[in-house]
């Protein structure tokens, strides 16, 4: 398997404008999330599905941030609009929830950039 | 307050040196916890797991302790290589949520030739 895909890898975009962050977990996994890292606050946890389904969205930080998952193989993040305060690096993660040992396999993240 | 906090936050060693990393968290009840290995610019990999009735956990190099009494655990690292350039992060899954992962912020390494 490929891992958990990301795309893009990077984006530069203009405050005001509309960002589409992108995720493909692992096959079969069945838990999606998403992950927000700056240097000030490390890792933040966004929002995580169950079987495509939201289930705890608490860390979107605000309206302008919205996240779907229409299918098993597929997810975005979107922000809209931006603001250079969303400048960071956005990770995807999927997981098989099964065991207490469940690991969430990160992608490789998309940094992104507002000015 | 994180639930999860680790030390030092940077950390500079000369290469061949050995060096510790610490994890305190106050989550509870916990399921697990686990420390990642994070390159720059790549996402976290998992180093090793615990649960709460395991002790330690060794992955090559990589020693993980874990005293659930004082909830404290460590990330042992032996004869560092320059790839063990990186930033290790501690993260506890709450019990009867295995979603429910705390991140600590990371300990950032540097190993120097």
């Known amino acids: 398997d490929a891992g958990v895909i990301q795309s893009p890898r990077h984006e530069v975009t203009e405050m005001g404008q509309e960002v589409t962050l992108r995720c493909k977990p692992i096959?079969?996994?069945?838990?999606l999330f998403w992950y927000r890292q700056t240097m000030m606050r490390g890792l933040e946890l966004l929002i995580y599905?169950?079987?495509?389904?939201?289930?705890?969205d608490s860390g979107m930080p605000e309206d302008r941030f919205s996240a779907k998952m229409p299918n098993a193989s597929f997810s975005t993040l979107k922000i809209q609009p931006s603001e250079p305060r969303d400048s960071a690096v956005y990770f995807c993660?999927?997981?098989?929830?099964?065991?207490?040992?469940?690991?969430?396999?990160f992608g490789q993240g998309t940094r992104l950039t507002v000015v | 307050k994180n639930q999860v906090e680790q030390s030092p936050q940077s950390l500079i060693i000369l290469e061949g040196k050995n060096c510790t990393l610490q994890?305190?968290?106050?989550?509870?009840?916990?399921?697990?916890l686990r420390w990642y290995k994070q390159d720059t610019g790549r996402g976290p990999v998992s180093l090793t797991i615990?649960?709460?009735?395991?002790n330690t956990k060794s992955n090559g190099r990589y020693t993980a302790t874990l005293d659930a009494d004082t909830k404290q655990s460590s990330l042992h690292i032996t004869a560092s290589q320059l790839s063990d350039s990186a930033s290790y992060i501690c993260?506890?899954?709450?019990?009867?949520?295995?979603?429910?992962?705390?991140f600590g912020a990371g300990t950032r390494l540097t190993v120097k030739p």
């Open positions: 993660a999927s997981s098989l929830v099964r065991t207490t040992n469940t690991e969430a396999f």
């Open positions: 096959s079969g996994h069945n838990s």
């Open positions: 599905f169950n079987n495509n389904v939201p289930i705890d």
């Open positions: 994890c305190n968290y106050t989550v509870s009840p916990f399921s697990n």
């Open positions: 615990m649960t709460f009735s395991e």
């Open positions: 993260v506890v899954t709450a019990q009867y949520n295995n979603n429910d992962m705390r």
